[in-house]
Nanobody, 126 residues
Framework: QVQLVESGGGLVQAGGSLRLSCAAS????????MGWFRQAPGKEREFVAS????????SYADSVKGRFTISRDNAKNTVYLQMSSLTPEDTAVYYC???????????????????WGQGTQVTVSS
């Protein structure tokens, strides 16, 4: 059973930065693409970023491209989301997830993920 635990969320002023981490249990982390999603109050969950199993390829939502960077450290079973130039529109609960497809590239659809963390709150004040 895979467990994903996010950390690093918090309150930050607009224009600031945060780095989210997602620690995964299990020996199969390195074999799967990972992703970050977010859900704001009253809105549907949306794709933020994804990284291939090897870390060589990434994909981003247009709304975060150029501001957010996803990375992974397979030796530490951890995926990161570096967020900069934050705006109040980035306020949401952020979730990490593990793809259901072995050795895949980045994936953007939530249905392509079968393990999810509990989420970490990010609040950006204006």
């Amino acid at each position: 059973q895979v467990q994903l635990v996010e950390s690093g969320g918090g309150l930050v002023q607009a224009g600031g930065s945060l780095r989210l981490s997602c620690a995964a249990s299990g020996l199969t982390f390195r074999n799967y693409a990972m992703g970050w999603f977010r859900q704001a109050p009253g809105k549907e969950r949306e794709f933020v970023a994804s990284i291939s199993w090897s870390g060589g390829r990434t994909s981003y939502a247009d709304s975060v491209k150029g501001r957010f960077t996803i990375s992974r450290d397979n030796a530490k079973n951890t995926v990161y989301l570096q967020m900069s130039s934050l705006t109040p529109e980035d306020t949401a609960v952020y979730y990490c997830a593990q793809s259901r497809y072995i050795a895949s590239g980045p994936v953007a659809r939530s249905n392509d993920y079968n393990y999810w963390g509990q989420g970490t709150q990010v609040t950006v004040s204006s």
